[in-house]
Nanobody, 124 residues
Framework: QVSLVESGGGLVQAGGSLRLSCAAS????????MAWFRQAPGKEREFVAGILGGDKLAIYGDSVKGRFIISRDVAKDTVYLEMNNLEPEDTAVYSC?????????????????WGRGTQVTVSS
């Protein structure tokens, strides 16, 4: 049973930081592209960051460049999203996704596996 489980969300003040984790199980995701997406109420799902399978090369959405960092721990099959200098506009449910390709895509429909998400709320 393939599973992605996110953790680390919560309430933080503007300018603060949070670190999200996505623990994968059921198979080895080392060579899978992994990504974080977010969705705020009334808005479309948005690509946040992705990391290539078998590599450390990362891609970021324009709204988080320079503030967020995605990384992975291969031994733990876990992907992280370090979020710094958070803004109220970052408030959303953040979900982890994986696809059976080494290449990251910003299209949510191309990811086969999804976690349930974790809520991030940034107060002003």
């Amino acid at each position: 049973q393939v599973s992605l489980v996110e953790s680390g969300g919560g309430l933080v003040q503007a300018g603060g930081s949070l670190r999200l984790s996505c623990a994968a199980s059921g198979r080895t995701f080392t060579n899978y592209a992994m990504a974080w997406f977010r969705q705020a109420p009334g808005k479309e799902r948005e690509f946040v960051a992705g990391i290539l399978g078998g590599d450390k090369l990362a891609i970021y959405g324009d709204s988080v460049k320079g503030r967020f960092i995605i990384s992975r721990d291969v031994a733990k099959d876990t992907v992280y999203l370090e979020m710094n200098n958070l803004e109220p506009e970052d408030t959303a449910v953040y979900s982890c996704a994986a696809r059976s390709s080494v290449y990251v895509t910003k299209r949510a429909a191309e990811y086969e596996y999804w976690g349930r998400g974790t809520q991030v709320t940034v107060s002003s």
